[in-house]
């Protein structure tokens, strides 16, 4: 049987997402929710580096405020979320809004809606100051700020990124 890309990358993104949610449920049955939760930040502080060098890679992006806009886009355009990046005007930060987010609907889905704030808060912080780190270099630093949270009841999430010259 021949699967359209469209389906190959569907197929592939449900099960990205369903082993993440089906190895945290298992650790927590062993060893805790707090247990579980530490050691997913631990994974979402190492997994973004290998997707940002992947995507770096294919996009042909360099470090850089300009090169982390290209990629973190892709990304959450592979992911399936709903999203806008703005660039500021002197190209020095970046504002991301998320409008849909396939990891909170999957949380809402499995009736872990409680929960979502506290992971949100725990993996958001985590994986998106590993991207940031990620596109800085030995000229210029790139910071991460989760400004709000739809896990946390707010109508969107916002991301902040801002890049500054290393003294």
């Known amino acids: 049987m021949e699967l359209t890309d469209a389906q190959k990358a569907e197929y592939f993104r449900k099960s990205y997402t369903s082993v993440d949610g089906l190895w945290f449920m298992k650790v927590e049955e062993l060893w805790g929710f707090e ?11 190492i997994f973004p580096k290998i997707q940002a060098r992947t995507l770096r890679s294919m996009l042909g992006a360099e470090k850089g405020i300009e090169g982390l806009a290209r990629c973190i886009a892709a990304k959450h355009f592979c992911e399936g979320f709903g ?18 987010c396939p ?20 993996i958001c912080n985590a994986e998106y100051g590993t991207w940031a780190a990620e596109f800085s270099d030995d000229d210029r630093n790139i910071s991460f700020c989760l400004e709000s949270q739809i ?4 109508e969107f999430c916002t991301f ?4 500054s010259k290393v003294p």
């Open 35 to 45: 247990e579980a939760l530490e050691i997913d930040r631990q994974v979402w502080s």
């Open 83 to 100: 999203f806008e990046v703005d660039m500021a005007g002197d190209g020095s930060g970046l504002k991301m809004i998320i409008t849909k």
């Open 103 to 122: 990891w909170r609907e999957l949380m809402a889905k499995s009736g872990r809606t409680a929960l979502s704030g506290r992971v949100g808060s725990a």
């Open 151 to 154: 896990c946390k009841g707010d």
């Open 160 to 163: 902040w990124f801002e890049e």
